[in-house]
């Protein structure tokens, strides 16, 4: 059980990671924009890790559901801050325990088999709970918001650590741009560790 508390947090605040990096991450696109340039002009992150332009749709989703683009951006966004969180609670896990004997390593003895154990002795469900109240309080009403055109994708209006977004516009999106980058590697990190670890059946640095 050893990521009792390092997945189940790193679950828990996944949600919350959206709010609370919550700045406007990312333009919207109306159906008006959406004729006179494309998404990857309209929105930040068309770049790669180099920084340089990477425009990918090989689907073409952009165009095909353009009233839809928000939503993918406010997606790829949750996810993102989810998978960093995670990536972080997996490592961590493997080699800090909360006190008490469910979460020693004699009882879990690596990061990957918390889930099974988690979900015999009960947290599972709780962390299911906190999610699922978080999506009804505060992601349901967020997207609403976002549909109305009243918030862009990923935006919680936690402004204060960052650039400001209407002064230093420029320096505002190169972080938007950070968040992306680091967002999109955590998301393959995350499923080559998960991977890794079950195949191997080791912890970190899952060999």
């Not at 997945?7 to 109306?30: D, E, H, I, K, Y």
């Not at 995670?86 to 004699?106: K, L, W």
């Not at 015999?120 to 997207?143: E, F, H, N, R």
């Not at 990923?154 to 680091?182: C, H, Q, V």
């Amino acid at each position: 059980m050893k990521s009792v508390i390092g997945l189940t947090a790193a679950a828990c605040l996944a949600g919350s990671v959206q709010g609370f990096t919550g700045t406007p991450l990312v333009g919207r696109v109306s159906s008006k924009s959406a004729m006179k340039m494309s998404v990857f002009e309209e929105y930040v992150g068309a770049v790669d890790f180099r920084g340089k332009k990477f425009e990918f749709d090989p689907l073409n989703f952009a165009e095909s559901y353009s009233p839809f683009v928000p939503w993918f951006r406010e997606c790829e966004l949750r996810h993102g801050r989810t998978a960093m969180l995670a990536v972080t609670g997996f490592i961590t896990t493997d080699f800090f325990r909360i006190p008490g004997e469910a979460y020693s390593f004699a009882s879990i003895p690596n990061t990957i088999d918390a889930h099974d154990a988690l979900l015999k002795t009960g947290p599972m469900y709780q962390l299911l709970l906190w999610i699922g109240l978080w999506d009804i309080l505060i992601t349901a009403p967020s997207v609403q918001a976002m549909g109305n055109g009243e918030r862009e994708a990923g935006d919680y209006a936690w402004t204060w650590f960052g650039p400001d977004p209407i002064t230093d516009k420029p320096a505002f999106d190169k972080r938007r741009e950070s968040e992306l980058m680091n967002g999109r590697l955590a998301m393959c990190a995350l499923g080559g560790i998960a991977t890794q670890s079950i195949i191997t059946g080791h912890g970190f640095p899952y060999v």
